[in-house]
């Protein structure tokens, strides 16, 4: 029988030191690019995939996390009393109905791959999509998550979101070296975390989506702390590819990496010139500050 994902797990409990001070007191996947949290457009790219249940793993200093996606009883009244229907409509459809979240606690930050097994009681014997919310990706279509869905129905196995990156980053990013099987899709070889560009395999990088099969609890479970004193998804993964067909997709759309400084301003930029109530402001105001550079 062919096997659906309808589970996504956000690792939201790392401590993103990259975008201190912005992340002291308040969660990285909160801060908002143009006037959405990142975890808001994390959740609305898993619903476009067909999912709908939503398990985050949070740590210290996210409970604005829980909050965002509660129903906000006083705000909703204040709304209503003062006829903003359309703001009201907005907050009733940033989780629509059949969606249900679930929240699990990583009580210390010791690694990503930890952090996905924290999510094991919940995703139980069943293909899950792992989405990390501070790598946004535009496809100007339903998203980068719906495309790696479709090519599980089909291929019934792990595959990993990738994306070419210059390769004197490498060192920033898990590499793979795979053989193409069809465009944008290969059968994985050898993966390895942060790599320097002297000795990476490939400059092929893995970026915030997967799409595991349940073995992949059983392979964190036996790996031992790895680069940077972490346990890592990345060594979990090159376990599971010895026993099971693993495979990487080169998904269409942009991608901006938003716990950098430098990819969060990106986001900001690209998707104020793609919102509807602002861009054609924006637009001009960015011709005419060009000029004057
Ligand atoms: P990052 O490498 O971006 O780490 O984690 P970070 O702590 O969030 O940020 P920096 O590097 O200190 O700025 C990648 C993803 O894995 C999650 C993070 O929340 C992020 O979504 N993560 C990482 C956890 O949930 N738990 C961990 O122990 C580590």
Do not use: W
Not at 18 to 45: C, F, G, H, N
Not at 90 to 108: D, W
Not at 208 to 219: D, M, N, Q, S, W
């Amino acid at each position: 029988m062919t096997k659906k994902v309808t589970k996504a797990v956000f690792p939201v409990a790392g401590l993103g030191t990259r975008s201190l001070p912005a992340t002291k007191a308040v969660a990285k996947e909160m801060l908002p690019v143009v006037d959405k949290p990142l975890i808001q457009y994390a959740v609305e790219e898993a619903i476009a995939a067909g999912i709908d249940t939503m398990i985050f793993v949070t740590g210290r200093n996210k409970d604005s996390i829980p909050n965002h996606f509660d129903k906000s009883y006083e705000l909703e009244k204040e709304l209503e009393k003062s006829g903003k229907t359309e703001l009201l409509k907005m907050l009733h459809e940033l989780l629509p109905a059949h969606v249900s979240c679930v929240f699990v606690r990583q009580g210390q930050a010791l690694g990503l791959g930890h952090a996905v097994h924290c999510a094991k009681p919940i995703v139980g014997d069943e293909p899950f999509a792992v989405i990390l919310p501070d790598d946004l990706i535009e496809d100007g279509n339903r998203g980068c998550m719906k495309q790696m869905v479709e090519l599980f129905e089909q291929q019934q196995c792990s595959i990993l979101g990738v994306e070419r990156v210059d390769p004197k980053e490498t060192h920033k990013y898990g590499i793979v070296e795979h053989n193409e099987t069809a465009p944008g899709v290969g059968q994985l070889k050898s993966i390895v975390e942060k790599p320097k560009p002297e000795v990476a395999p490939s400059n092929i990088a893995v970026v915030g989506r997967y799409v595991l099969t349940p073995a992949i609890f059983e392979k964190i479970e036996t790996t031992g702390r790895g680069t940077g004193g972490e346990i890592q998804l990345t060594d979990a993964i090159a376990a599971l590819m010895q026993d099971e067909q693993v495979l990487s997709y080169e998904f269409k759309g942009n991608r901006y990496d938003c716990g950098s400084k430098f990819g969060f301003l990106l986001a900001n930029v690209e998707y104020g010139l793609l919102h509807p109530e602002i861009k054609a402001e924006f637009a001009d105001y960015l011709k005419q500050r060009v000029e004057k550079i």
